[in-house]
């Protein structure tokens, strides 16, 4: 019961982050976002959905059917699963490895865009589908050695203990350069402006999608706004003090949804190759760094108690 109203609330949430992104993006651009349907253009995100799933369903003739329809649904059921660990008080789901769980399903989750983009036997999408992969895989590999280093310093897999470390001080005053690696490999992983190569609408038509429509489009698009909202509540609850009882974790949570909003109407995107630089040569070294200094701050703590 409780895992059916979080998903409901997701969604929900999801429908009103594209609202509030259309809105930003107009204001940003000097015009006004949707305000035609209903009062303020509030209800626009359902009547967009409603218009989405009853459109009609086409495939192409020479996809591989089975896998070009199941991959938008795989996609969307990783996005909602994810939020199973999000650390709540009532007995929901939480649980001591929630840490791992969330590295295991971001590592799965490139296999549905993979399989979106070469399922559909096209070549743009097989393209925007590669771009993808290597991308996501790129910067996943900075998220987990960040991740580690948390490990290392509270010594445990739970994101609860995060709340319990940060009710004096925030880890953003701790460990500030990783707080702007983590945002930064956030919208790469959730391929977001300046990093949508994989939907790079200016040269490929739209990437690894390009051949949904309908339904299909609709559930890449929700699962893709899902983990926007997850990324800011998990950069809330790592960095910002985790605390889901106080209206300001959600106020936080707002606004950095909103920073994503905000970096996609003022950022160009960015060239192919510095972006593996930035993975590779930036990120990669930064946080294994910082990964050896917390280790090394556990050792010297450890000898100092001996």
């Given at each position: 019961?409780f895992a059916?109203?979080?998903?409901i609330?997701?969604?929900?949430g999801?429908?009103?982050?594209t609202?509030l992104?259309r809105?930003?993006?107009g204001?940003?651009?000097?015009?006004k976002g949707p305000?035609k349907?209903?009062?303020?253009?509030i209800p626009?995100p359902f009547s967009d959905a409603?218009?989405l799933?009853s459109?009609?369903?086409?495939?192409?003739l020479?996809?591989n059917?089975i896998?070009?329809?199941?991959?938008p649904?795989m996609?969307l059921?990783?996005s909602?699963?994810?939020?199973?660990i999000?650390p709540?008080?009532?007995?929901l789901f939480?649980?001591?490895?929630?840490m791992?769980?969330?590295l295991?399903?971001t590592s799965?989750?490139?296999?549905?865009v993979m399989?979106?983009g070469?399922?559909?036997n096209?070549?743009?999408s097989?393209?925007?589908?590669m771009?993808?992969v290597?991308q996501?895989?790129?910067?996943?590999?900075s998220?987990?050695?960040i991740?580690?280093?948390?490990m290392?310093?509270?010594?445990?897999f739970s994101?609860?203990?995060?709340?319990?470390?940060?009710k004096?001080?925030w880890?953003m005053?701790l460990s500030?350069?990783?707080?702007?690696?983590w945002f930064?490999s956030?919208?790469?992983?959730t391929?977001r402006?300046p990093f949508?190569?994989?939907e790079?609408?200016s040269?490929?038509v739209s990437?690894?999608?390009?051949?949904?429509?309908?339904?299909g489009?609709a559930?890449?698009?929700?699962?893709?706004y899902?983990?926007i909202?997850?990324?800011?509540m998990?950069?809330?609850?790592?960095?910002?003090g985790?605390?889901l009882?106080y209206?300001y974790?959600?106020m936080k949570m707002?606004?950095?949804s909103?920073m994503?909003?905000?970096?996609r109407g003022?950022?160009?995107?960015?060239r192919?190759?510095?972006l593996?630089?930035?993975?590779?040569?930036?990120f990669?070294p930064?946080?294994l760094?910082?990964l050896?200094?917390?280790l090394?701050l556990?050792?010297?703590?450890?000898?100092?108690?001996?």
């Amino acid at each position: 019961m409780f895992a059916l109203l979080l998903v409901i609330c997701v969604l929900v949430g999801v429908a009103f982050l594209t609202l509030l992104e259309r809105k930003v993006l107009g204001y940003i651009q000097i015009r006004k976002g949707p305000n035609k349907v209903g009062f303020m253009g509030i209800p626009q995100p359902f009547s967009d959905a409603i218009k989405l799933f009853s459109k009609e369903q086409t495939f192409p003739l020479l996809s591989n059917y089975i896998m070009y329809y199941y991959s938008p649904i795989m996609s969307l059921f990783l996005s909602l699963i994810l939020w199973m660990i999000m650390p709540y008080f009532l007995g929901l789901f939480m649980f001591n490895l929630s840490m791992l769980f969330f590295l295991c399903c971001t590592s799965i989750s490139v296999y549905t865009v993979m399989i979106a983009g070469w399922s559909s036997n096209s070549s743009y999408s097989l393209l925007g589908g590669m771009r993808a992969v290597a991308q996501t895989i790129s910067y996943e590999v900075s998220l987990a050695l960040i991740f580690m280093s948390f490990m290392v310093l509270i010594e445990s897999f739970s994101l609860m203990d995060f709340y319990k470390y940060q009710k004096f001080i925030w880890m953003m005053f701790l460990s500030l350069p990783l707080v702007f690696v983590w945002f930064v490999s956030s919208l790469a992983e959730t391929n977001r402006t300046p990093f949508d190569f994989a939907e790079g609408e200016s040269e490929l038509v739209s990437g690894f999608n390009v051949e949904y429509s309908s339904g299909g489009f609709a559930l890449i698009f929700l699962s893709e706004y899902s983990s926007i909202l997850f990324m800011s509540m998990l950069f809330c609850i790592m960095f910002l003090g985790g605390d889901l009882m106080y209206i300001y974790f959600y106020m936080k949570m707002v606004f950095l949804s909103f920073m994503f909003i905000w970096v996609r109407g003022t950022l160009p995107r960015y060239r192919y190759d510095k972006l593996m630089y930035l993975a590779w040569k930036s990120f990669l070294p930064l946080s294994l760094n910082y990964l050896f200094l917390y280790l090394g701050l556990k050792v010297f703590y450890f000898s100092l108690l001996i």
